[in-house]
């Protein structure tokens, strides 16, 4: 059974940082692409980020390139997700995702955490 859990999320300021982190397990963590997406109120699921399996290769979303850096440890099956420089159209629900290397979808999703920030 796949688990992606994540962690990290909270309230900050603008122009502050938090770093989010999704622990995956049920998985072969390497052969998945990981992503990261977000939800705020109201509104279309947003892509974020997302890294390739093995060789991590990144893409990120307009809004955010420049801000946000996504890693994992292949080792320890995690996802990371640096955000810098936050404002406060960054608030929502973020969700990790992954899908199996070859995939056009994200297969498997997180619950997600809240990031919320204030001006």
């Known amino acids: 059974q796949v688990q992606l859990v994540e962690s990290g999320g909270g309230k900050v300021q603008a122009g502050g940082s938090l770093r989010l982190s999704c622990a995956a397990s049920g998985l072969t963590f390497s052969r998945y692409a990981m992503g990261w997406f977000r939800q705020a109120p109201g509104k279309d699921r947003d892509f974020v980020a997302a890294i390739t399996g093995i060789h991590g290769v990144t893409a990120y979303g307009a809004s955010v390139q420049g801000r946000f850096t996504v890693s994992r440890d292949n080792a320890k099956n995690m996802l990371y997700l640096e955000m810098t420089s936050l404002k406060p159209e960054d608030t929502a629900v973020y969700h990790c995702?992954?899908?199996?290397?070859?995939?056009?979808?994200?297969?498997?999703w997180g619950q997600g955490t809240q990031v919320t920030v204030s001006s």
């Open positions: 995702a992954a899908g199996a290397t070859g995939s056009p979808d994200f297969d498997y």
